[in-house]
T-cell receptor, first 115, second 112 residues
């Protein structure tokens, strides 16, 4: 089955700096890669996603890049703000059959943005 | 408001005492799923359901049961809880054919 590795496990940055979180996946058939943000006491919430036919996607201060050949994808947050502090999870999803829509998650990254 | 709800949000119980965590969604989603979140392990799928009366095991199903008698509800049952089931549990749902999953607020379970 799919295996997703996420690094780093913790990341501390100063407000205004950029933050990058990286994930690798093992199943070349995976075709959907979402990123979730989990704030304290809440469930994960989708912040951005990318499909395997796209190399990069941006949404304001957040961007995701995908390298299918190397089987890795990254989350980039620019101009970080204290409210970006949270746990971030990457995930990969299968393409078909019973794998369709099944999310395999990375281990999570605790991002702390210091004012 | 479109949402996934879980109850209870917090539960402390003892080994062997059967419990049920409820999950309900008001978005008419076909697919529902249960995950557990443990430090350093991310979220792991326990069970999922593609539709009413259709359920299947995820990656860590041992010690859990589910049922899907109604489209909106997907309860998680621990018939004989053990301390290794102490965890944070999330229910999620999505529309069939779409990838985005919507998560509930979580249930923190402690088994003594």
């Amino acid at each position: 089955g799919e295996n997703v590795e996420q690094h780093p496990s913790t990341l501390s940055v100063q407000e205004g700096d950029s933050a990058v979180i990286k994930c690798t996946y093992s199943d070349s058939a995976s075709n959907y890669f979402p990123w979730y943000k989990q704030e304290l006491g809440k469930g994960p919430q989708l912040i951005i996603d990318i499909r395997s036919n796209v190399g990069e996607k941006k949404d304001q201060r957040i961007a995701v890049t995908l390298n299918k050949t190397a089987k890795h994808f990254s989350l980039h947050i620019t101009e970080t703000q204290p409210e970006d502090s949270a746990v971030y999870f990457c995930a990969a999803s299968g393409a078909g059959g019973t794998s369709y829509g099944k999310l395999t998650f990375g281990q999570g990254t605790i991002l702390t943005v210091h004012p | 408001e479109a949402q996934v709800t879980q109850n209870p949000r917090y539960l402390i119980t003892v080994t062997g005492k059967k419990l049920t965590v409820t999950c309900s969604q008001n978005m008419n989603h076909e697919y529902m799923s249960w995950y557990r979140q443990d430090p350093g392990l991310g979220l792991r799928q326990i069970y999922y359901s593609m539709n009413v009366e259709v359920t299947d095991k995820g990656d860590v199903p041992e010690g859990y049961k589910v049922s899907r008698k109604e489209k909106r509800n997907f309860p998680l049952i621990l018939e004989s809880p053990s301390p290794n089931q102490t965890s944070l549990y999330f229910c999620a749902s999505r529309v069939d054919g779409y990838n985005e999953q919507f998560f509930g607020p979580g249930t923190r379970l402690t088994v003594l």
